[in-house]
């Protein structure tokens, strides 16, 4: 009786030892016939298309990060309070996994009225990172405000009351190679960034199914 | 107030780090004053330990600019700094924003911060 019991956390722990992140987002449920039998299947949000211009002037589409993991985030150059501290973290994030081509940092530009192409390209620059593996991504403003809040669940948009004229939310937002989101990780937080370049291998082990 | 500076004494001993020599009472003062605003205004930027960002954002930290330039510093913490600077070497070319809002005195204690935590004193 004392060993099956055993037997049994032994099993549970094992079981623990490879986590799984969650899928994060709204979810729906679709009914299928299959072979006569009813079969429930549920399909998970994933990230729409998108099209951006990088700093190098090159298109990047949803395509050229399907079956990469990529970190997402939400920035302008000029941003005086959280960007640099996220920056700041991005970096380790990007020193971690800067030489591994299935892992990809994607920082879309909100203000790019002042963030054009040669902006983006100096400051990538003053970073120390370089396309493809970190890409600053720049749109028309609405369509970034846009993809943030229905594709990340992040907030993006103009605000004349906060500092630098924007406001933004901070997190650092991780997307598996089916484009769905698996995390979102505060990018001011030393800890939390830790966690996300933990995690990280997580996703690279995990099958494309 | 004098509840709160001594609260940040021990703090501020550990901040200084392991020079030979213990800050003042001066020095004390100067960094109980200048720790929450350099908090507020400068960390997110020049970071925790003054250490700037990569090659955009100059360190504060043992900055010869600071040392060759110790009279534009206030004036550069009230009115921002448009193009490049060459700092310890290395060039930064990220424009710094304005921080208007500062007193004269808030400003005093900013740059008294600066030098004495980030060692820019000189001899």
Redesign the interface.
């Known amino acids: 009786m004392k060993i099956s019991k055993l037997a049994g956390i032994a099993l549970l722990l094992s079981a623990c030892s490879e986590p799984v992140l969650p899928i994060l987002g709204p979810r729906e449920v679709e009914v299928k016939q299959v072979n006569g039998k009813e079969v429930v299947d549920t399909i998970y949000k994933t990230i729409p298309d998108f099209s951006f211009y990088n700093q190098d002037g090159d298109i990047i589409t949803k395509k050229d990060v399907m079956g990469k993991i990529y970190v997402a985030d939400f920035f302008f150059?000029?941003c005086?309070?959280?960007c640099?501290?996220m920056?700041?973290n991005l970096?380790k994030v990007y020193e971690a996994y800067g030489n591994e081509p299935n892992v990809m940092l994607l920082s879309h530009t909100i203000d790019p009225d002042h963030d054009s192409i040669s902006v983006l390209k100096?400051?990538a620059?003053?970073?120390?990172a370089k396309a493809p593996a970190w890409h600053f991504l720049r749109a028309e403003r609405e369509y970034t405000w846009k993809l943030a809040e229905e594709g990340y669940y992040a907030t993006a948009m103009a605000d004349s009351l906060e500092?630098?004229g924007f406001v933004h939310s901070g997190g650092l937002i991780l997307v598996d190679q089916l484009g769905r989101v698996r995390g979102v990780y505060d990018g001011t937080s030393e800890s939390e960034t830790k966690q996300l370049i933990n995690d990280i291998p997580l996703l690279l082990h995990e099958k494309k199914d | 107030m004098k509840k709160r500076i001594s609260f940040f004494v021990p703090l501020l001993v550990g901040l200084l780090g392991c020079g030979d020599s213990q800050p003042g009472p001066d020095q004390m003062q100067a960094l109980a004053s200048g720790y929450g605003l350099y908090e507020t205004h400068c960390l997110n930027c020049h970071g925790q330990e003054g250490e700037g960002l990569a090659n955009l954002i100059p360190p504060l930290k043992n900055s010869d600019w600071i040392l060759q330039h110790p009279d534009s510093v206030p004036y550069i913490i009230r009115h921002g700094k448009q193009g490049p600077m060459l700092v310890n070497g290395k060039r930064y070319s990220l424009a710094m924003p304005a921080n208007k809002i500062l007193t004269n005195e808030e400003l005093q204690m900013l740059c008294n911060y600066i030098r004495i935590r980030f060692g820019n004193a000189g001899k």
Do not use: A, F, S
């Not at chain 1, 620059?125 to 120390?128: A, I, K, P, R, W």
């Open positions: 150059v000029t005086p309070t959280i640099p501290r920056k700041r970096l100096e400051y620059e003053g970073l120390g500092p630098g």
